[in-house]
């Protein structure tokens, strides 16, 4: 059995706006094991970006607020495991987590990175902010930290401004600067949604390379099915703040068992045979807060009954390491609890 | 077969880049550099490329949103480049546009139905009574009701605003749609949903499409023909199976490796590109492929290839399938 390394406990994150609180994570559990690759698939409004952003603390308060659940990261130490609960640290140790131990890297590289600071310069920072070394000396570990991410002219490339780059070349900045200290785990938001295909085979490779290398576990978050079965080892399908689907990559998307994600597979145009009619997921993603009673899914499903509209399903366990929150698969004994 | 709907012959589009006190021209983007290309009425042809290869200023050239710098574009029979500003509006009725983006192109102080009435109003369209029965008439076709046409454009999600789009395109009964990017904003479910409406609306009124996309298994499922553009330039252009299954030009086949499948058994071979998309303000010399080609020779470096028909509708530029150098 692998090592936990985190692991995410009934995660409720709510925003307070004008119109009323938006529950945009509403119980979400999950583990993420040592040296892994977890896909977090879902569509836009699902809550994976703010389950991601819940865990590195970067929920912007208010409007934001974890109102319940526990996020537990566990770290080897020379003393023995120790666990330290993510939601309840201050926020001085959670500035030395983030970026040291937890990093992030988001989709969009421009927009993250300093238009006024040189590429070294901004690498040089996240190494000094965690570790004592001289300057002379982070220099020259960014450097090889550029060399690492496959930038050519990387002594001139330190000296240059993000503007100067390209989108593949500043999402490789961004990852050589995830990686500066060597975290346990890289968070990945749609690390390749803004680019190119051939330059997100790139990006793609890259990041498998720092996954076998260095055994970092990565949490992939994407929209993106084809990007899931090219990396992840496992996957967690969320719709509408809530897990729907859990488990090993290759039974989620050889046989899906949720309604949901049957059909997010079957709408896809693939490029090994022609459909003469794209399967499609009747009506619209709901909006965060709008179904209060019963599946979220509801409404959109074609095997919807009754209870579906009148109670909450559990996840109910298909298989180990396979969990599927519908009542299609209702078994009282199964109910995986957290 | 049928006969071309639209034919563009040696299409170009240069943009000037100006600097200095006076702006003076000191280099131009050839974004747009000689193509050549058929579509036949009630088919789909398909554009593929990465960002920056010129495919949205290629559909903006052909609707003369922008002046193409050179080339001839004929449009059922007649020369549109020749055509005065007034006679082009006329034409439009008959080509029109869907956008990427169908927020950033609906106005978000009109209400939906003004939207959809506009387009009437220009071309001429003066009773009242008819442009009212003909909003609603295109508002169910595209699978809205009545009601909606009383809101605003923040109002709808994605997939309704995308509808919209659609319908605006579709209002006056144009017989060509240029589709630049119609899918690419919106989520996988709904995706499928406009996909499938758009394959409706093709059957019901006949129409031609000509679909503008990066992303290979969407312009896959929907089109016929394909291009694939690279720096300006059209690199292949076949029938849907020969391109996906016998890529010829070297970029298409590195394309084509490069997209993640989603399905674990599916084992490719591939071809991962080196380097990055040159500058379209300084174009490799020779074949613009060269300096990412694993197959490139001395001969690219200096002679840009021509398109040639290597097999019967299967053209492709490239100097592999030269009889005279190459094997």
Known sequence: MKKTILEVRNLHTHFYTDKGVVPAVDGVSFSLYEGEILGIVGESGCGKSVTSLSIMGLIPSPPGKIVDGEILFRQQQSAGEKTEDLVKVSKKRLREIRGNQIAMIFQEPMTSLDPLFKIGDQIIEALRNHQRISKKEARKKAMELIKSVGIPRADEIVDEYPHQLSGGMRQRVMIAMAMACDPEILIADEPTTALDVTIQAQILELMKKLNREKGTAIMLITHDLGVVAEMCDRVIVMYAGKVVEEGPVRTILKEPKHPYTQGLIRSLPKLNKREKRLYSIPGQVPKPGSILSGCRFAPRCEVAFSQCFAKDPELYRIKEGHQCRCFLYEKEEDIVHV | ?327
């Open chain 2, 1 to 327: 077969m049928s006969k071309p709907l639209l034919q563009v012959k040696g299409l170009k589009k240069y943009f000037d880049i100006t600097g200095g006190v006076f702006s003076r021209k000191v280099g131009e983007i050839k974004a747009v550099d000689d193509i050549t290309f058929d579509v036949y009425e009630g088919e789909v042809f398909g554009i593929v490329g990465e960002s920056g290869c010129g495919k949205s200023t290629a559909a903006k050239t052909i609707l003369r949103l922008i002046e193409p710098t050179d080339g001839e574009i004929i449009f059922a029979d007649q020369n549109i480049t020749e055509l005065s500003f007034e006679e082009m509006r006329k034409l439009r009725r008959d080509m029109q546009m869907i956008f990427q983006d169908p927020y950033a192109s609906l106005n978000p102080r009109q209400r939906i139905e003004k939207v959809l009435e506009e387009p009437l109003i220009v071309h001429g369209i003066s009773d009242k009574q008819e442009r009212k029965q003909r909003v609603q008439e295109i508002l169910e076709v595209v699978g809205l009701t009545e009601e909606h046409g009383k809101r605003y454009p923040h109002q709808f999600s994605g997939g309704q605003r995308q509808r919209i789009g659609i319908a605006r395109a579709l209002i006056l009964n144009p017989k060509l749609i240029i589709c630049d990017e119609p899918v690419s904003a919106l989520d996988v479910s709904i995706q499928s949903q406009i996909l499938n409406l758009m394959e409706d609306l093709q059957e019901q009124f006949g129409l031609t499409y000509i679909f503008i996309s990066h992303d290979l298994s969407v312009v896959k499922h929907i089109s016929d023909r394909i291009g694939v553009m690279y720096l300006g330039k059209m690199v292949e252009l076949a029938d849907n199976e020969t391109l996906y299954e016998e890529p010829l030009h070297p970029y298409t086949q590195s394309l084509l490796s490069a997209i993640p499948e989603p399905d674990p058994d599916i084992k490719k071979e591939r071809i991962i590109l080196q380097g990055d998309l040159p500058s379209p303000t300084n174009p490799p010399t020779g074949c613009a492929f060269h300096t990412r080609c694993p197959f490139s020779m001395e001969h690219c470096k200096h002679v840009c290839p021509k398109m040639k028909e290597v097999k019967p509708n299967h053209f492709v530029a490239c100097h592999l399938y030269d009889e005279a150098v190459g094997t």
